[in-house]
């Protein structure tokens, strides 16, 4: 059963990851405003798919296997094909934003081990968590190669949400003092990003890199972990319950994810925001305009029976169904 606010939580988030995406482009130029969204959109969003996992072999299959592996060689012919980038064809280093299927798909794996009987296990399994994330940046092979550095560094989040839903953590959305704080933490945020975050290096936000290559240390990671965890809390804590196209978003930010990267990864290869003004109003209207575009059904039903790799399931069997209706003749 899916939880409306739920959904609309990942319909603002996914709109924040398209619009992070485009204004990446145009950097320097919306440093704040990127930073701010850095900082908990990813966290956000993961706790969203924690609150909504399952152990469920065909599921990951259906929903993560095959479509990394489709969406993965896609991404690579596309670029190959039309910007010469001479990519190579593997699966074990995630093609840019298909980190995040491939670190779902391990999350998901590791649901038996992560599923605990006892609040008290399922309490030291989530600080554990918290612990590798700190020190995962002293580990200089845990990078982007087999997303190893984003699975440790959001598993907390991940777990929060998994965690979360079973010890009924909707209910603190009817506390009404939750709300205040939820509000105070949102002015602080600001004030953080404004006061001493807005000029860090963006390398530090991706949770991609180990400290000595982005040249930062478990401090920094401490502070961007805990905003994350703030800010998620801040935003379970006071989005509405209520369906409209927001919902609509959340439900379909999975093709959404997927298919905004094609453009965003031309306009980077042909530099076209170095040849253009009004840059960041450029980006805000593509951001629209894909959320639009990729959020109709006419999109996503198609999509889904591609990339669940169904279409080559059902190719597969055609030959026996139309072996089966020639000796009905």
């Known amino acids: 059963m899916r939880t409306k606010y739920i959904d609309n939580l990942k319909g603002i988030l996914i709109c924040l990851v398209v619009w992070a995406h485009f204004i990446e482009l145009i950097l320097p130029h919306g440093k704040w405003l990127y930073t701010a969204i850095y900082f908990f959109h990813m ?145 602080s945020f600001i004030i953080y990003i404004e006061f001493v975050a807005k000029n860090f290096h963006t390398k530090w936000l991706y949770s991609a890199y180990p400290f000595s290559q982005a040249g930062y240390n478990i401090g920094i990671r401490f502070q961007i972990l805990l905003w994350g965890f703030l800010m998620t809390f801040s935003l379970f804590a006071t989005i509405p319950d209520k369906e409209s196209f927001i919902t609509k978003l959340g439900k379909n930010s999975g093709n959404i994810y997927y298919l905004h990267g094609f453009l965003v990864r031309a306009l980077f290869y042909t530099e076209f925001f170095e040849k253009i003004s009004f840059d960041f109003a450029i980006a805000t209207v593509f951001t629209l305009a894909e959320i639009l575009i990729f959020s109709g059904n006419f999109i996503t039903k198609p999509l889904n029976f591609i990339i669940s790799g169904q279409v080559f399931i059902n190719l597969v069997k055609l030959p026996e169904k139309m072996l089966k209706k020639y000796h009905k003749l």
């Open 43 to 187: 966290p956000a969003f993961i706790f969203c798919t924690g609150y909504f996992s399952s152990f469920n072999i065909k599921k990951i299959l259906s929903g993560l296997v095959a479509p990394y592996i489709i969406l993965q060689l896609v991404f690579i012919f596309f670029e190959n094909l039309f910007f010469d980038t001479g990519r190579v064809y593997q699966f074990y280093t995630p093609h840019w934003l298909l980190w995040y299927v491939f670190a779902v798909m391990v999350w998901r794996l590791l649901i038996p081990v992560f599923n605990r009987k006892y609040r008290a296990t399922r309490i030291i399994i989530f600080l554990l968590a918290v612990a590798v994330a700190l020190v995962s940046g002293f580990w200089e092979n845990a990078g982007y190669k087999y997303s190893l550095s984003r699975i440790l560094v959001y598993t907390p989040f991940f777990l929060l949400g998994y965690y979360g839903r079973k010890e009924g953590i909707e209910k603190f959305r009817d506390v009404k003092w939750v709300k205040y704080l939820a509000l105070v933490i949102f002015i």
